[in-house]
């Protein structure tokens, strides 16, 4: 399970908007995947049974998140912290940020399929839908970067840039 942690960590923060929050969602992941580990089932994936895992769990929480008051500290404190002036580290920003304004369900199927490699039959098994439905959330998702990316101030769009290189 180890190895997988990497992998992990990318999927968790395609849900969490802070690194602390993002790990704190693998560890509980890892935390019910070894509790449950007499629930896997010999020959399959075991990289896609704790993806599986990690989205149950983050959408267990937040639907008891929905009933928590949340504080202004809570969601201040990432808007709050300064950015490097490096151009490099502001575009990555500004990507993260355009990934962050998408849907739910369109943000976890790129970082899935663009970010992770996952096949598309992969993605659709953890997302619980139709291979058609993983490309088609690809397709919109990469067509909604692009339009935010080419219209953002703070983004040079590379002239190579184009919706299947994203």
């Known amino acids: 399970m180890v190895n997988y942690i990497p992998a992990l960590r990318a999927f968790a923060r395609s849900f969490c908007r802070t ?4 790990d704190d969602l693998v560890q509980e992941t890892l935390v019910k995947a070894i509790a449950n580990c007499a629930r896997f089932e010999a020959g399959t994936q ?6 599986t895992i990690m989205r149950n769990t983050f959408f267990t929480s937040y639907r008891k998140a929905k009933k ?7 969601t201040m404190t990432d808007r709050l912290t300064i950015d ?7 575009q990555a920003i500004d990507i993260q940020r355009a990934l962050d304004r998408l849907p739910q369900h369109q943000r976890e199927t790129i970082v899935l399929v663009i970010m992770l490699g996952e ?14 439905t993983i490309k088609s959330r690809i397709n919109r998702a990469r067509r909604q970067l692009c339009r935010e990316l ?5 983004f040079a769009m590379p002239g190579a840039m ?3 290189s994203i």
Not at 19 to 22: L, P
Not at 46 to 51: D, T, V
Not at 84 to 90: K, L, N, R
């Open 162 to 164: 184009t919706v299947a």
């Open 46 to 51: 075991l990289k896609s049974w704790l993806f």
């Open 84 to 90: 490097p002036p490096q151009d490099w580290s502001v």
């Open 68 to 74: 928590e008051i949340v504080g202004l500290s809570d």
């Open 150 to 154: 080419s219209t953002s101030h703070d």
């Open 119 to 132: 096949s598309y039959e992969t993605a659709a098994a953890i997302c619980r839908c139709s291979v058609g």
């Open 19 to 22: 690194s602390e929050d993002a």
